[in-house]
């Protein structure tokens, strides 16, 4: 069993630009770095609540979807004006609580954005299906062909 002996927490706003479609926001996390008596340190990332993966990894545009978003340093959008978000960004929404119904996919406003490797992936799909249609009628024919 390890026990936690020192810890402290920070508050940090990390902002994010999405290449897809340009939109630059902040997120606040809560950091708290813990310490256990043989000088192990962990940092423990949380998000409106929850615990989270550090913003460097696994951040996703709240705009379009995209998961290939770039974070910068933190403070950079305090010496760059220019780039400041034009809305805010709601925070995240809390779990549901246990016993509540799991949100359908099909429930209206939610939006699952096709990236690209989607779309190339069901035109190779359509295509090769396109193609073994095509032969299968061209067996069929030839073996019901009437003489």
């Known amino acids: 069993m390890v026990f936690v002996y020192e810890g402290f927490s920070t508050s940090e706003i990390w902002p994010f630009e999405c290449p ?16 256990d008596g043989h000088g192990n340190v962990a940092d423990v990332w949380l998000h409106a609540g929850f615990q989270v993966q550090p913003p460097w990894s696994g ?36 779990a549901p609580a246990l016993g509540d119904p799991a949100p359908s996919l099909a429930s209206p406003g939610r939006r699952f954005p096709l990236r690209a490797p989607a779309m190339l992936y069901a035109a190779i799909g359509l295509s090769i299906l396109l193609f073994a249609s095509i032969e299968l009628f061209e067996i069929l024919r030839a073996t019901h062909r009437v003489h």
């Open 20 to 35: 897809r479609c340009l939109m630059v926001w902040e997120e606040e996390y809560v950091v708290r770095h813990l310490t």
């Open 59 to 94: 951040a996703h545009c709240p705009g379009c979807g995209d998961t290939g978003v770039k974070s910068f340093p933190r403070g950079y959008l305090a010496r760059h004006p220019e780039l400041r978000p034009a809305r805010p960004v709601p925070a995240t929404a809390p």
